[in-house]
């Protein structure tokens, strides 16, 4: 008797929605029924199933009433999960070349100390002798810049030489 008025009763409530609304109710029971009828023994979803029920409780609004296979609150973490993977992998640096091991750097800043007058042409020939395969623009740059003293300006070199200066040095003959 009682599963009688319950059956009636939402019969009732289920002429008052509107087409879409019963349309995605449709599906959502559907898409249960197939997942109940792959895994017989044992209820297991998987990353598709997980998938919709994420969107679907994105797109609308009264997904829990539908629900019987898992808890609302588990969908709502799939939804957080997706969006936390999404933007993880979004602001992850994955262009560009791989960088140079310590190693290398290492080596080639030794190297460059230890034979002052070798360019990068130089040490990379070495370093391909050695078997190490790496390319002279990365040599060069992993090369420590070597500083030159500041040359003096024109007011100290006056001022250093000005017992030696004739006048006659400033002016064409």
């Given at each position: 008797m009682m599963d009688a008025l319950i059956m009636l009763f939402s019969f009732l409530k289920s002429g008052l929605k509107n087409q879409t609304e019963l349309a995605l109710e449709n599906l959502a029971l559907r898409q249960?029924?197939?997942?109940?009828?792959r895994n017989r023994p044992h209820v297991r979803l998987k990353k598709g199933d997980r998938i919709f029920w994420a969107c679907l409780s994105h797109f609308w609004q009264n997904w829990r009433e539908s629900l019987i296979l898992v808890k609302p609150e588990t969908v709502v973490q799939w939804h957080r999960r997706g969006f936390a993977i999404y933007w993880t992998r979004l602001s992850k640096h994955h262009a560009g070349?791989?960088?140079?091991?310590?190693?290398?750097?290492?080596?080639?800043?030794?190297?460059?100390?230890a034979n002052p007058t070798w360019g990068s042409p130089r040490i990379h020939g070495e370093l391909l002798k050695l078997g190490i395969k790496i390319s002279e623009r990365t040599v060069a740059r992993l090369m420590p810049k070597k500083r030159n003293p500041p040359s003096q300006t024109w007011r100290t070199f006056l001022d250093n030489h000005v017992s030696d200066l004739v006048s006659i040095d400033f002016f064409v003959v």
């Open positions: 249960q029924l197939t997942i109940l009828k070349r791989q960088s140079t091991s310590k190693e290398f750097r290492d080596l080639v800043r030794k190297m460059a100390d």
